[in-house]
């Protein structure tokens, strides 16, 4: 079963039982919750893409460990082409979906565990790869949906780690011959609630004296112990209340739904640990994992967005019956140069990758490209929803509902008032997804998602090899030191 069926991954995930609360309320079944069910029906569209013989090559690959064609969501790069391949993928589930590929994180921190743990075994002589591998192994044989959890509660910023409260950081609360018992809450994390499995790595860089935080682990849906705590906003609430999806600027798939997922004494059996007090070794994980995704969620699935933005700004300007004006022209000419700009750092990112470290067969991204995509996507993105925002008119934000073409009241105004070159249905329901990428959470999303840009800021200046360029800058000044 190397490639389950969306229906397969449906009914996995009506078999599970998460303590789930959203907007205050317990959710029993994620699959008939109107939020929820977004979540699901995004998750098995990664599903359906991978048994679509036309995107086999971007979806699918051969397993290095099972032999086996999976699911490129669980496959660890091992070549150029690989990571190219990522990207791709990244890209074209945006395209398709308008919302998270919810397996993405999940895949970038089984990557950075595939090459920190080559590393420990090499030089520590520990076992993490080989337990690894037969965790990834029954992922790929199972074709599990898997997602990433990184991003801690963290508390006041202000204070170090060991002035916060322990459960700030998930951490190791106590641990026996079986396993680990694990504490804490980890924010954000998408797609957590209808994942079959999450993987589970420290947030940050650790210094000797934490070692109770530097653990990696992999926990099922709905271990006990778990609860989690889904978003809930004004799109949840519109979502809630609308008897036709079709009246939603993303009607199938929804927003980018997150969730707070809080661990309590969770106990996690040893063959899932794959990190353990080995504080040496976050920093290595952490920038792993952030190369694998800046380059993926920061960048190529940042310009699947954009794609969909632009070719409804498009279709909104020949609703409208402006597509000929020169300086709309121009708008859709800057949200393209916006988007390709960063799509061609995410193409060098993969491109100018690199084994890390030789000799594990692991294959990541180029960091100062992979930094690069990910903060022109952070500032470019704003750009292009203002620029969308301008070619759609205000009618991106006053029109009225789709249900007033059906009250017959109503639908003689809307359908003569709101017809331009093309009739009032068309302009009202590209208003609707312009409306929800211009006016909804993906700004704020954009920009934080793959870390906060001061993060990348600061790798850019690490990566950016200042002493080679003075020397280069001497040599035209003639200056010799
Ligand atoms: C839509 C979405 C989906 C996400 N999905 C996932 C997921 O699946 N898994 C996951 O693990 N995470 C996920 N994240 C989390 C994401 O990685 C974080 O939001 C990001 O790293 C920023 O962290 P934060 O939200 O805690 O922001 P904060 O750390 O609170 O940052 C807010 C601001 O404060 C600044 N700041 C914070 N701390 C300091 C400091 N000590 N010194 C100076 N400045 C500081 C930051 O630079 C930033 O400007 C997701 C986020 C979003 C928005």
């Not at 979806?59 to 190219?84: F, K, P, Q």
Request: hydrophobic share 40%; aromatic share 8%; glycine share 8%.
């Amino acid at each position: 079963m190397a490639l389950r069926s969306a229906q397969e991954y449906r009914q996995s995930v009506a078999a599970q039982k998460p303590r789930l609360f959203l907007g205050g309320k317990k959710v029993e079944d994620v699959s008939s919750d109107p939020v929820m069910k977004s979540v699901v029906e995004s998750t098995a569209k990664i599903y359906e893409l991978a048994k679509d013989p036309r995107y086999t090559d971007i979806m699918t690959v051969r397993s290095h460990l099972t032999g086996e064609i999976i699911n490129r969501n669980l496959h660890v790069a091992g070549s150029i082409d690989d990571l190219e391949k990522r990207a791709e993928m990244a890209l074209l589930t945006s395209q398709k979906l308008g919302t998270c590929n919810y397996r993405c994180v999940g895949a970038d921190c089984l990557n950075a565990l595939a090459s920190v743990t080559w590393e420990m075994d090499k030089t520590k002589g520990s076992d993490y790869h080989g337990r690894f591998n037969r965790f990834l192994t029954y992922l790929q044989e199972n074709d599990l949906a898997c997602s990433g959890a990184v991003t801690d509660a963290k508390g006041d910023r202000n204070k170090k780690m060991s002035e916060v409260d322990p459960d700030m950081y998930v951490h190791m609360s106590d641990m026996n011959d079986d396993g680990i018992f694990v504490r804490g809450a980890k924010l954000h994390q998408s797609g957590a609630t209808v994942a079959n499995e999450t993987i589970v790595i420290p947030g940050g860089f650790l210094r000797p004296g934490e070692e109770k935080f530097a653990i990696a682990f992999a926990v099922a849906n709905s271990a006990p112990g778990i609860t989690y705590i889904a978003q809930h906003n004004a799109f949840s609430a519109e979502r809630e209340s609308c008897e036709d999806i079709y009246e939603l600027g993303n009607p199938v798939f929804g927003q980018r739904e997150t969730c707070m997922m809080i661990f309590e004494d969770v106990f996690i059996p040893w063959e899932r640990v794959f990190l353990c007090g080995e504080t040496e070794y976050t920093g290595k994980l952490i920038s792993r994992f952030a190369k694998m995704h800046r380059m993926n969620c920061g960048g190529a699935c940042k310009v699947g967005f954009a794609d969909i933005i632009i070719g409804a700004s498009v279709l909104a300007s020949e609703y409208s019956g402006t597509d000929k004006v020169p300086h709309i022209r121009e708008m859709l000419t800057e949200m393209v140069r916006h988007s390709e700009a960063a799509h061609a750092c995410t193409i060098a990112a993969a491109v100018k990758g690199n084994e890390e470290p030789a000799g594990s067969g692991v294959f990541l991204p180029n960091d100062m490209f992979g930094n690069v995509a990910k903060i022109t996507t952070a500032y470019g993105f704003w750009q292009i929803m203002a620029l969308a925002g301008d070619i759609g008119g205000g009618l991106i934000v006053t029109a009225p509902s789709l249900k007033d073409l059906k009250n017959e009241e109503t639908r003689p105004y809307v359908e003569k008032y709101l017809a331009a070159a093309e009739s009032a249905e068309k302009r009202l329901r590209i208003s609707k997804v312009l409306q929800n990428w211009t006016a909804g959470l993906h700004g704020p999303g954009t920009w934080h998602g793959a870390g906060s840009p001061q993060a990348q800021k600061i790798a850019l200046y690490r990566a950016a090899n200042l002493e080679e360029k003075k020397a280069i800058a001497r040599e035209i000044a003639g200056i010799e030191d």
